[in-house]
């Protein structure tokens, strides 16, 4: 998504450089009407009347227009002006009032009544006559529910005189009904190397045309992996799956090819490679239609593919958020996760997720919860502080995933503590550095007691994760004793507790001197190695450029 960030005043120009968007300053309207069609939103700092008065005369429609979003002087309100559901002028508004810490006024009325946005659920495409269902519903009648697959939507049907269809095919438009089109369809691709870029779209397009089925339900695109980069396949501008010709053989298909068996060693292409990438319980509804040097096929799933997203929410504040984690979140069926990491994301959560929080501990429930849900077709996002690979849940989900079916599992990286201590200390990790819990919990003291001693004679700085609690009060200082053993006492000490987030605290110190009672289990510590050295208050490990 490209946010343009346009500022007027001084005020508004400091506003914008805390945003991770470009920014612009000086004349707003010459700006806007400039850059009305190549971004994808603007966030706006000044006053709504003047961004009315700039904004209204470009107004086109809400499927072209760009998403504008206002920051008023003082950056304490932001406010969504246009552009609020399928422009993503409302998630952009809380995205944004997030790293001001200001406070979002959504005044779109399915969000203030807590109701589904239904252009905007994750996971579908809505079409129809969305403001006049919404306005029913508003109105305490909620829509009828009809299908015409077995989709699961996050929301009751009610009795009203609204409809919402739950479908792939195509709708005609009809007052007071939409259709919500999942995806549920996969086109499978056979090419010849010289295949013209736009002949499978055109051919996909006119196959599902004829067989009453909708674009908008197209989820990817599968081929053989020799086609997976061929301009013919990434022109859908879906997701790509690719497979070698030895899996793609072993899938029965009604129109095999001899031919095509001779030159790459399967019969089929198009049909098995959608069949295969639909996965169990899919069926054929497009068979092989022929272009001059391409085939396509159409396969419908036999219900959501669930996916499990275990994404990192950075060290605390939604401004060391990465975009990705934010994705996650917003597009989650599910999410789940120690109650503090999900309260540290309620500003993407949607009134329609459903959210688990389990208290800390809990580990192995959290990721059997997430996984067997994944498995009943859901997408979750099971959140972690930090980096979901440092000390977090990543290694335990993969480890558990082939007993629940091994669903497809992304792990989402984030800022990690280690990295956002060192950031505020200086660059104490700037060379070779460890990583290292004292936590004996899970594992024995004597195996961190030897991984220590490694630390200490290898001269590398390091970073204490867990390093004291109320349980474990004696670790950090006979970690500190180690440590003693193989450097000075004068080597320097960093201690950040609540590191990027609301009572932040750092304290720099030295080995000989630190204090362990000033330490908790919110605190990470870095000890610096022998090159270690304060300059100008900070803790700083060279790397030898300046030497």
């Not at 919404?134 to 009828?144: F, I």
């Not at 053993?485 to 080995?511: K, M, N, S, W, Y």
């Given at each position: 998504m490209t946010v343009l960030?346009?500022?007027?005043?001084?005020?508004?120009?400091?506003?914008?450089?805390?945003?991770?968007?470009?920014?612009?300053?000086?004349?707003?309207?010459?700006?806007?009407?400039a850059r009305w069609g190549d971004v994808d939103a603007f966030v706006l700092c000044c006053?709504?009347?003047?961004?009315?008065?700039?904004?209204?005369?470009?107004?086109?429609?809400?499927?072209?227009?760009?998403?504008?979003?206002?920051?008023?002087?003082?950056?304490?309100?932001?406010?969504?002006?246009?552009g609020g559901h399928g422009g993503g002028a409302n998630d952009l508004a809380r995205e944004v009032a997030a790293v001001l810490d200001a406070t979002p006024v959504v005044t779109t009325a399915t969000d203030a009544a807590g109701l589904p946005t239904l252009d905007a659920l994750p996971g579908f495409v809505a079409t129809g006559d969305v403001a006049g269902v919404?306005?029913?519903?508003?109105?305490?009648?909620?829509?009828?529910v009809q299908r015409t697959l077995d989709w699961p939507v996050p929301f009751d049907g009610g009795n009203g005189p609204a409809t919402v269809v739950v479908t792939d095919r195509t709708v005609d438009?009809?007052?007071?009904?939409?259709?919500?089109?999942?995806?549920?369809?996969?086109?499978g691709v056979g090419a010849a190397s010289d295949s013209p870029e736009e002949e499978a779209v055109d051919?996909?397009?006119?196959?599902?045309?004829?067989?009453?089925?909708?674009?908008?339900?197209?989820?990817?695109?599968?081929?053989?992996?020799?086609?997976?980069?061929?301009?013919?396949?990434?022109?859908?501008?879906?997701?790509?799956?690719?497979?070698?010709?030895?899996?793609?053989?072993?899938?029965?298909?009604?129109?095999?090819?001899?031919?095509?068996?001779?030159?790459?060693?399967?019969?089929?292409?198009?049909?098995?490679?959608?069949?295969l990438a639909a996965g169990p319980g899919a069926e054929l509804v497009v068979s092989k239609r022929k272009g001059t040097a391409s085939t396509v096929a159409v396969a419908r799933r036999a219900g959501p593919e669930g996916t499990v997203a275990v994404a990192g929410l950075g060290p605390g504040h939604p401004r060391h958020r990465t975009p990705a984690a934010t994705a996650a979140v917003r597009a989650a069926d599910v999410v789940i996760g120690y109650g503090p990491y999900v309260d540290q994301c309620a500003d993407l959560v949607a009134p329609t997720t459903c959210v688990v929080r389990s208290p800390i501990g809990d580990e192995v429930e959290r990721c059997t919860e997430a996984l067997a849900r994944a498995c009943a077709g859901a997408r979750v996002a099971l959140v972690c502080s930090g980096d979901p690979g440092v000390f977090a849940m990543a290694t335990l989900v993969h480890e558990l995933a082939p007993s629940f079916g091994a669903p497809p599992v992304d792990v989402v990286p984030g800022v990690t503590a280690a990295s956002a201590a060192a950031a505020l200390l200086g660059a104490p990790l700037a060379h070779d550095h460890a990583v290292v819990s004292l936590s004996d919990l899970l594992t024995p003291w004597e195996v961190i007691e030897r991984r220590l001693r490694a630390v200490a004679s290898g001269d590398l700085a390091v970073a204490l994760y867990n390093p004291r609690s109320a349980r474990r009060s004696w670790q950090l200082d006979a970690a500190r004793s180690i440590?003693?053993?193989?450097?000075?006492?004068?080597?320097?000490?960093?201690?950040?507790?609540?590191?990027?987030?609301?009572?932040?605290?750092?304290?720099?110190?030295?080995?000989g001197d630190f204090d362990a009672e000033a330490v908790g289990m919110l605190s990470l510590v870095v000890v610096g190695s022998s090159t270690t050295t304060v300059v100008g208050g900070r803790m700083v490990t060279p790397r030898g450029y300046a030497t």
């Open positions: 960030s346009v500022s007027i005043t001084e005020a508004g120009r400091a506003t914008a450089r805390r945003l991770a968007y470009a920014t612009a300053h000086g004349d707003l309207g010459a700006t806007v009407r006053a709504t009347g003047v961004a009315v008065r700039v904004v209204g005369p470009l107004l086109a429609g809400k499927d072209a227009d760009p998403a504008v979003v206002c920051v008023d002087e003082t950056a304490t309100f932001v406010v969504p002006l246009c919404a306005r029913h519903w508003l109105d305490g009648s909620p829509p009828r438009g009809v007052p007071g009904t939409v259709a919500l089109h999942p995806p549920s369809l996969v086109v051919l996909a397009h006119r196959a599902l045309a004829e067989a009453g089925l909708s674009p908008h339900s197209l989820a990817l695109v599968a081929t053989i992996d020799r086609r997976s980069g061929d301009p013919v396949v990434t022109s859908f501008g879906l997701p790509v799956r690719a497979f070698a010709a030895a899996a793609l053989a072993g899938v029965a298909v009604p129109n095999p090819s001899p031919a095509v068996a001779a030159e790459v060693g399967t019969a089929s292409v198009a049909e098995a490679a959608a069949l440590l003693l053993q193989e450097r000075p006492a004068d080597t320097p000490v960093g201690i950040v507790t609540d590191a990027c987030r609301a009572g932040e605290h750092v304290v720099l110190t030295t080995l």
